[in-house]
């Protein structure tokens, strides 16, 4: 009985069904890596829009409150009156000292253009924590105030954290002095324009949407009656423009922490439209083009998050 012949594999064969296994091995670790790419950039939008979300509500929470009085008061609240300073404030393309007082310790833009948004409001309850009814941009308590100089503040501005990466932070004053916390990170630009009502007598209702610069050069403009720097600042503040703006309008482009785009179009972002943008070349920070920022960090992802916030009280 003749055995069948037995033989194995041919040199040619076997060579290819070595390269047919690389080639598949190759289109499998692609896929896998184009499937973790994805993954990873997923997550990073999620991360993005939970920190833009919790950001504008945290900002829009501080501007509602803005200007409020608390009229549990016997006697007439001195924030009313009409020399008293804004209830709001503003300044354009640039940060802010963490322990300087308010908004007057300005330091250098942080983040293209930037902007600097700064709101007062009168607190509830004895003690400088109140009652818990009335709370700053951090969460803590604020008291009825005794002098307008003890209204509660919530301020938001863009800084550097210890790794230089651009956060976005809530500053305030508690009883042991002023203190500030971040709200989100990768902080691209904070913009901010301001809804005025000029109609007289007013209506609430906006009439023109500016930013900080416009409406400090407005005031600049005022003719002021004093015969002291004292004098002229009271009637600065019975005057000021800034007793006009009835709503907030919020702007914030973020980014993720890595390079997670598969695409490679540099990208433009117009934080409060491109209309805006074309006639208002001189407000930075406005319109951001990919293209300003290093290899990097130029293909990660990002976002703009906006929103416009009236003003339940009058500013001033």
Known sequence: MMRARQRGWTIIELVIATGLGLV???LASGLLLATSGSYRNHSENTWIDDGGRYALEIMSQAIRQGAYVNWDSKEAPAELAAHEPAAIAGIDASSVSKASDGISGLAPDMANGSDVLAVR???????ANGDGSSLNCAGFGVGAPSAVIERGWSIFYVAADAGGEPELRCKYRSAAGWGADAIVRGVDSFQVLYGLDSDEPADGIPNTFVNATAINGMDAALALVGATPEELQRDLHRKTNWKR?????LALLLH??????ADAVVRRFDLFGPAYSDGHGDDR????AEGIFPEAQR??????FGMTVALRNRSG
């Open 24 to 26: 598949l091995t190759l």
């Open 121 to 127: 409001f009168s607190g509830h309850g004895d003690g």
């Open 245 to 249: 703006v009835c709503s907030v309008k």
């Open 256 to 261: 993720g922490e890595n390079n997670t785009r």
């Open 285 to 288: 920070g406005v319109r951001i």
């Open 299 to 304: 293909w990660r992802a990002r976002r703009v």
